[in-house]
């Protein structure tokens, strides 16, 4: 393990992420979204979010969630996300992150309700820390 990774361990091992709700979704990239959309539907997804360049699906009572990125969807790239229910918390874990000197994203509204930002672990992979309220994500459909 080199120093940077050490430090960034302590500093991750410092920050007290309890309250996470659950693992709740995994976003991919998709060539195109109409096609994938049908393919997961057809496994028994259902359709939450649907938009030009990007959709929302989420398997049965378990809520757990699948984004499918489009080639022309910018926001955000492939990741996966903690949800948290308590949206106070999301701005106490960016600030906490911020003042240890580890990169975070800014902190967005988002126009389905939740609130989120972007970071690296310490591999380079992409997670979200988003605020998905008790009553779950509105739906468009």
Request: overall charge neutral.
């Amino acid at each position: 393990m080199n120093l940077k990774s050490k430090v960034m361990q302590k500093k991750q091992s410092e920050l007290n992420i309890e309250s996470v709700h659950r693992l709740g979704h995994v976003a991919i990239r998709v060539e195109d979204v109409n096609r994938a959309k049908s393919f997961y539907m057809s496994l028994g997804m259902k359709l939450i979010w649907d938009d030009t360049d990007w959709c929302y699906l989420e398997a049965g009572d378990s809520k757990d969630g699948l984004a499918l990125l489009g080639p022309s969807y910018k926001a955000a790239g492939p990741h996966f996300a903690f949800h948290f229910t308590n949206k106070d918390e999301i701005k106490r874990i960016h600030d906490s992150l911020k003042k240890q000197g580890i990169k975070v994203g800014a902190l967005h509204d988002h126009r389905d309700g939740t609130s989120s930002f972007y970071l690296k672990d310490t591999e380079g992979n992409w997670l979200e820390m988003l605020y998905h309220p008790l009553t779950g994500i509105p739906t468009n459909q």
